[in-house]
Structures are given as C-alpha cells and as structure tokens.
C-alpha cells in the first residue's frame, strides 16, 4: 500500500526559481529518501535523512523532515532546465519502503 | 557498464500471451526487487528477492512469477497478459535486506498489451 503522498503532483517554475515539493506520511517511519526520475527512465536516489535528522544538505538540494507532522520536504535552489523530472519520496518503516506517486517539476529556461 | 539492466526495453504483446522480462546487476548486491510503476506514475513493490530467496511478495496476480537463478538476476515471467498488466516494470537492487537501504534502478520496460 502506498505511504508517501507528495504535493504537488505537478510544479512549473522558471529556471533560476527554487522549487519545494512535500511528502507526507501516516505511519512512523525509520528514515525516507527522495528519488529523481527523468522520462524513460529509472529511479536515482538523491538523499537520506534518518527519523533522528531534522535537516540535510546536498549540493543544491535541501531536504527537511519533521516527524510531529509526518512530512518532509525537498527544496532544489537556483533550478535549471536539467533539473526537469519528477521527483519521489519513498518512506521506510521497519524495512519496507513506499514510494508515492512523485511530483512532476518542469523548469522552463 | 549499467549497474542494473533490463530487457527488453519494450514489450509490445496481445491479451493472453505469456512474457518474461529480465533483469541483471552487476553491483555484487544482494537484493533485487520488481516494481510496476502505473499510468499515474505510482510505484508499486510486486515482489523482493534476497540471495535468491523471495523475501516480499505483495498482493500480486499468481500470473506473476519471479525467478532467480543468481543473486545478480531476477527474472519476472507472466501468464496471459491481461489489458490492465500494461505498465512500466522497473528493476532494482540493494546492498542488503533492509529495504532502508539505497536501491538502484534500471530503466524499465513498458509493457503494452493490446
């Protein structure tokens, strides 16, 4: 069954604008991990953040998870035409990991 | 080299065929998945295998069979396609058991049943 809802389920922006897409959650969870998918194409994992973790970094991806409200967030700065995919949370209780049904980030040049 | 390949790419195949799909890693990982990602582009777990052992097996139609001969294959065959099996099936594999774990993608086969 599905865990991770992400929102929105579509995001336009111009390129050089940041972009924040949540995820929310209904069970306690060990960790979640947000993954990247361009078209015709597979999964990439982009980072972690364990239950114990409020914040982490990398690169130009900024990912926050607060599990009083059960949700998380993903913040790309400074987006670019490549950064165009749609991007999934996958949350992990007791090792079974969900993923949601991403969102669709499209950045216009 | 691709970590995580799957053939074929496409599979284009009519209502009551039988098709199979296969899947090889070359990571040395442990734990191998098949995943069916839908029209709405939702991921769906269908079944986990760790060294060669079925470890999940979700509410999946028994026309679904997975097979792995090798810790770095699994293989997924399925009895009369059905109008609604038409989808994307992605590979993965993991390191470990724990599912917790980074799991690495191939890039998928979509299928379609006419």
């Known amino acids: 069954s599905q865990q991770g809802e992400e929102d929105p389920q579509a995001l336009s922006i111009q390129e050089g604008e940041n972009a924040t897409m949540n995820c929310s959650y209904k069970?306690?969870?060990?960790?979640l991990q947000w993954y990247r998918q361009n078209s015709g194409r597979g999964l990439v994992h982009l980072i972690l953040?364990?239950?114990?973790?409020r914040e982490k970094h990398s690169g130009r991806l900024r990912v926050t998870l607060d599990t009083s409200k059960k949700s998380s967030s993903l913040l790309i700065t400074a987006s670019r035409a490549a950064d165009t995919a749609s991007y999934f949370c996958?949350?992990?209780?007791?090792?079974?990991?969900?993923f949601g049904a991403g969102t669709r980030l499209t950045v216009k040049p | 080299d691709t970590a995580v390949s799957q053939t074929p790419k496409y599979l284009v195949t009519q209502m009551g065929n039988d098709k199979s799909i296969k899947c090889e890693q070359n990571?040395?990982?442990?734990?191998m998945y098949w995943y069916k990602q839908d029209s709405k582009k939702f991921l769906k777990i269908m079944f986990s295998?760790?060294?060669?052992?079925?470890?999940i097996n979700e509410t999946v139609p028994n026309r679904f069979s997975p097979k792995s001969p090798d810790k770095a294959h699994l293989n997924l065959h399925i009895n009369s396609l059905e109008l609604g099996d038409s989808a994307v099936y992605f590979c993965?594999?993991?390191?470990?058991?724990?599912?917790?774990?980074?799991?690495?993608f191939g890039a998928g086969t979509r299928l379609s049943v006419l």
């Open positions: 993965a594999s993991s390191k470990g058991q724990a599912q917790a774990l980074i799991q690495y």
């Open positions: 069970t306690s969870i060990n960790n």
């Open positions: 953040i364990r239950s114990n973790e």
């Open positions: 996958a949350t992990d209780t007791n090792n079974d990991m969900r």
């Open positions: 990571l040395g990982h442990d734990t």
């Open positions: 295998y760790n060294n060669k052992e079925l470890i």
